[in-house]
């Protein structure tokens, strides 16, 4: 048998949607593949687990939330359609009980996700990676532990986060798309600056 140059064939440094499927892919086509994710929390503390953008401050929980507000838009509607509820202007959301539920479905994905990894054989390591070399990679761990490994190829996809306007007031007053789903309190009126 061939001794291997490298531990890996491939390390992909990102574990949202992209790096995900990259790694398995990988798999499927024989190689061993490592997976290193670390989610930095936001400047007001949120933070998540693997899946990315899209499964964690993204499209399912923005998806949840609209289908929530539909529910209620519809309760509301169906006064005109002859549904009898008492009292339907008093039909009201509850923030904590949505909130709650939205993230407990997202941690959801969050597990199924790393068990998917797992039963494809995808070292999964819970790290902030960093090149060191061209086939040298650094995880860094939330306890500063450092894992080296190799690799014959490296994938580098971080996705992107929102970042703060370089104006008075904005980290202090303002959220980002990153908090918006975990928020203590429903935001109310909430005025959008930027596009993404």
């Keep these: 048998a061939r001794q291997a140059k490298y531990e890996y064939d ?39 687990g693997l899946g990315g953008t899209c499964v964690n401050v993204g499209c399912i929980p923005k998806k949840l939330m609209h289908q929530a507000a539909l529910l209620g838009e519809s309760i509301h509607e169906a006064v005109a359609f002859g549904w009898q509820i008492p009292e339907p202007k008093a039909i009201n959301i509850d ?14 994905v969050n597990w199924v996700t790393r068990v998917d990894l797992r039963n494809k054989k995808v ?6 990676g960093y090149l060191r070399d061209q086939h040298t ?6 306890n500063g532990e450092e894992k080296v490994l190799t690799a014959d190829k490296v994938l580098i996809a971080v996705g992107g986060r929102p970042r703060y306007s370089d104006i008075p007031g904005a980290v202090e007053y303002g959220i980002t798309s990153d908090d918006i789903f975990s928020l203590d309190h429903a935001p109310g009126k909430t005025l959008v600056v930027g596009a993404g």
């Design 95 to 108: 923030w904590e009980s949505l909130k709650t539920a939205v993230q407990n479905h997202v941690k959801s």
């Design 10 to 48: 491939l390390v992909v440094i990102g574990g949202g949607s992209g790096g995900l499927a990259a790694a398995k892919e990988a798999v499927e086509l024989g190689a061993k593949v490592a997976v290193l994710d670390y989610v930095t929390p936001s400047p007001r503390g949120t933070k998540w």
């Design 123 to 128: 070292d999964y390591i819970n790290a902030n």
């Design 137 to 142: 990679v650094v995880g860094v761990t939330k």
